[in-house]
């Protein structure tokens, strides 16, 4: 897949650029539950944590196409949560999965309402 940045520079438009391509963006965790996390809004996220700060939420719809990466560099475990309503890998409405230090999720929307993923070490 290649940078959004990378395919307005080549000439295509925006909106479509956007559509193919993805974009990497840093995101605070804010808190620690569903209602206060900060939204994803890109396809490739890396979550900054401190210790009472580590929740972020997945968008209602999916950002451009494709997956939604979350990669934690911090040195606390982040929290990724669903949208109000959604699941993750099957499990509650409305809980989390978390994102170790230094390793990555991805996820994939599969329906309205349900998510997978996968962790990548």
Request: no cysteine; net charge positive; glycine share 12%.
């Amino acid at each position: 897949m290649t940078a959004t940045a990378t395919l307005i520079g080549l000439g295509i438009p925006d909106q479509q650029a956007r559509r193919l391509g993805f974009a990497t963006m840093s995101k605070a965790g804010i808190g620690t539950a569903q209602n206060g996390g900060a939204v994803v809004t890109t396809n490739m996220t890396v979550l900054t944590t401190t210790g009472g700060a580590t929740a972020i939420t997945l968008p209602v719809a999916i950002p451009a196409s494709g997956p939604v990466i979350i990669s934690n560099f911090s040195a606390t475990t982040g929290l990724v949560f669903p949208a109000t309503g959604e699941s993750i890998n099957g499990g509650t409405t409305n809980a989390s999965v978390t994102v170790a230090q230094n390793t990555s999720r991805v996820f994939f929307k599969v329906s309205a309402t349900q998510w997978i993923s996968f962790l990548s070490g």
